[in-house]
């Protein structure tokens, strides 16, 4: 069999596992009205799923034109150091010594907010958290806001558009408030070293335009929250009571850890022997602990996964796209790839242009960031915030097309601040 033949068949399931993010809701449907066929429809209607699930496909059907040999090599050769980022992170910072910790930080700075408490925790919830993955890295931020936000503004009784709005926000600000540092938004970082964008670099060019831009969107949706927002407290069942005080040296464990993955982000080796080691350390101390979102953070990390593996095969017809365009079309046209691809795949791609100008360079960034809320895919910690708020939702899924629409004007706002300012 052809490696063109093998590049369409990739194609194919790719496009498929995108439409399947499109369709995940009605399977949920389906398990009500085929019972016996339950956990199957279920389990295709987990979002988190959908790409892992297509990768094992594609695997397969690599194994049956091309041998087992190379799809076994094909799966190897891929680098799996985010998604195993992703779920470690994940899990540390939703830890609740962490999460008390920024929520204690952020009730203190609303109460000094000329307005009512609830709609300052949202404000800040939705604008400085996502702003704190400049320091903390994106995964991190998305983690923590999701968090903090899914009691107080993802619960079933906010009407659903308003709830969308607000993710819609929550992600596109994730997406642009990792902008102020060159190591913590996913895009950024594939080009970094490349094109030698240093953190002042980014936080004069893109930066102070990424923070305007998260401030005017989550003012936005505050507002239009602002009827229907409860005190800000900590969801996921909760089994530490209410008011017993985490000692200084646990969160300072916790918070060292923390610290410790995001500086060996590229080392896995590093982070996973800093994650054993918190794992170990949350058994000595279990009376300080609320339950370790493990399963969210695995399936996160399964989806990632699958994205790397179907991403590997779509360079054939995404690299001369991006290769082709002015850099008016490289910012709309990244603007637009982003929502069926990862951004970070896309300035991946354009990091390997020889001669690329810098506004050209500028123009594919800028696109890709501030599309990186359009869709699940579009950004590495969206799965997170999926995973972690789904259940505020209908039929505890969130919809492709409800977060589109409910991306577009956030997604506006950010394009304007990068393109105007």
Same mark, same amino acid.
């Given at each position: ?230 005190? &800000?407290?900590? *969801?996921? @069942?909760? +089994? =530490?009571?209410?008011?017993? !005080?985490? %000692?200084?040296? $646990? ?116 696109? &890709?960031?501030? *599309?990186? @809320?359009? +869709? =699940?895919?579009?950004?590495? !910690?969206? %799965?997170?915030? $999926? ?35």
């Amino acid at each position: 069999m052809s490696d063109t033949a093998l590049q369409w068949v990739a194609a194919g399931i790719f496009a498929i596992a995108l439409l399947h993010t499109f369709v995940a809701k009605q399977f949920e449907q389906l398990s009500r009205r085929y019972p016996a066929h339950a956990g199957l429809f279920h389990l295709l209607g987990e979002v988190e799923v959908v790409f892992g699930f297509w990768a094992i496909v594609l695997v397969l059907a690599m194994a049956l034109m091309a041998g087992g040999a190379p799809a076994l090599d094909y799966v190897e050769s891929r680098n799996y150091t985010e998604p195993l980022f992703v779920f470690v992170v994940m899990v540390i910072a939703a830890s609740r010594p962490v999460l008390l910790t920024v929520m204690s930080t952020v009730n203190a700075a609303a109460r000094m907010l000329p307005v009512s408490t609830p709609l300052a925790t949202a404000w800040l919830g939705l604008a400085a958290v996502p702003l704190l993955g400049s320091l903390i890295t994106e995964p991190a931020a998305m983690t923590i806001a999701a968090l903090m936000l899914a009691p107080q503004i993802f619960r079933p009784q906010v009407p659903e558009k308003v709830k969308y709005l607000a993710l819609g926000v929550l992600f596109v600000n994730v997406s642009i408030g990792g902008t102020l540092t060159s190591y913590a938004a996913p895009p950024v970082l594939m080009v970094a070293t490349t094109w030698q964008w240093d953190s002042a670099f980014m936080l004069a060019t893109f930066g102070w335009k990424a923070a305007l831009g998260v401030m005017v969107n989550a003012t936005v949706a505050a507002l239009a929250l602002r009827k229907h927002l409860l005190p &800000a407290s900590i *969801g996921r @069942g909760d +089994t =530490v009571p209410d008011g017993v !005080p985490v %000692p200084v040296s $646990v969160v300072a464990v916790h918070l060292g850890l923390l610290v410790g993955v995001v500086l060996s982000a590229h080392h896995p080796v590093v982070f996973l022997g800093l994650f054993l080691m918190f794992l170990g350390f949350t058994q000595a101390y279990e009376r300080h602990q609320s339950p370790l979102i493990l399963k969210e953070a695995l399936l996160v990390g399964f989806f990632l996964a699958g994205l790397v593996v179907l991403g590997g095969m779509q360079h054939w017809w995404l690299q001369p796209i991006v290769s082709g365009l002015t850099p008016m079309a490289l910012f709309f046209g990244a603007l637009g790839l982003t929502a069926i691809t990862d951004n970070a795949a896309l300035t991946y791609l354009g990091s390997l242009i020889t001669g690329i100008t810098p506004q050209s360079q500028y123009m594919l960034v800028a696109g &890709a960031v501030a *599309g990186g @809320g359009l +869709t =699940v895919i579009a950004n590495a !910690p969206n %799965p997170a915030g $999926v995973a972690l708020l789904r259940r505020g939702f209908a039929e505890e899924t969130i919809g492709a097309g409800g977060l589109l629409l409910g991306a577009l004007g956030p997604t506006a706002v950010a394009a304007a601040m990068f393109m105007l300012l």
